[in-house]
């Protein structure tokens, strides 16, 4: 008997699995039974830490600084209650709702790795950092891989200052961003089948662009633990698993850094993800977004719409798989 089975790119948007869907057949495939007894009672231990005694919410506190007017995101502010409860970040869970779980986020004292080809590698504390930056506040517009997108006032400060603080050795041609992965915070880093520590990576050139930009703070506040903090990335032209979360780790190489979705499925998720409608996501079409905080769907736009910013960047990697 004939089945026809839709293509990807017909099933309706509300159809759209999570990034993470193919996760429950390759958890089966790859892990084998010991692995995942092993895995079942650790994160139930993980679990009874979080789910025992309550978790203290993170105290924010106020951040303010002035509005780069450049930056026009065309668009309505995402509701800040929608921004900070509608989440990705699997090592506090595989659901939007891990803003409670990531409470458990330790976040002083932090520091960030300064390593690879650089004149010389070191560890710089958080505070220490922020003292040498001057903080902005930019609206853009984030575009997640599954389909929705939200619109949010991120504070930070250019990557492009912390890659100069840094100072690359002229051979460096990659930025790697490692995430901190501790499992005795964070219960997703008991689930084996992910290749832990979440990592991600740019271009040198993609990094020096004026776009790509550090976070320390969103809505006039400092970042929750569910957006990142105490530092994420945002590369607004690039879908959103691009903009990594709670960095330790920023390494200088002349190798193409391998990838936390990359490691996973290679065949979904690739290093360059730019944003583009027209290339549907194996599973799904990538033509239009749903506003997260409304119930409007609109089309989605080549780079998200960030295409005068940054598309020239690409005009020489013909052959590279740019929007994947
Ligand atoms: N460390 C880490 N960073 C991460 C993720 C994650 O799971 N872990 N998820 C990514 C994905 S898929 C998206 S869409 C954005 C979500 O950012 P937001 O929750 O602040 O909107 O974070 C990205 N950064
Ligand atoms: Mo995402």
Known sequence: MFIRRRRGWEIPEREVTPESAMLGRRAMLGATAAALTVTASRSAGAWELFGGAPVKPVALLP???????????GRPLTPDSEATSYNNFYEFGESKSVADAAQALKLAPWTI??????????TIGYDDLLKRMSLEERVYRHRCVEAWAMTVPWIGFP???????AEPLGSATYVKFTTLADPKQMPGLHKPWYPWPYTEGLTMQEAMNELAFLSVGLYGKTLPPQNGAPIRLNVPWKYGFKSAKSIVRVEFTDQQPMTFWEGLQASEYGFWANVNPAVPHPRWSQAEERLIGTDKVVPTEIWNGYGAFVAAMYSDKTKERLFA
């Open 63 to 73: 951040l303010s600084a002035p509005r780069n007017a450049k930056y026009d995101a």
């Open 113 to 122: 790795e300064l390593a690879g080809m650089v004149k010389s590698p070191r």
């Open 159 to 165: 990557l492009a200052d912390l890659v100069k603080l």
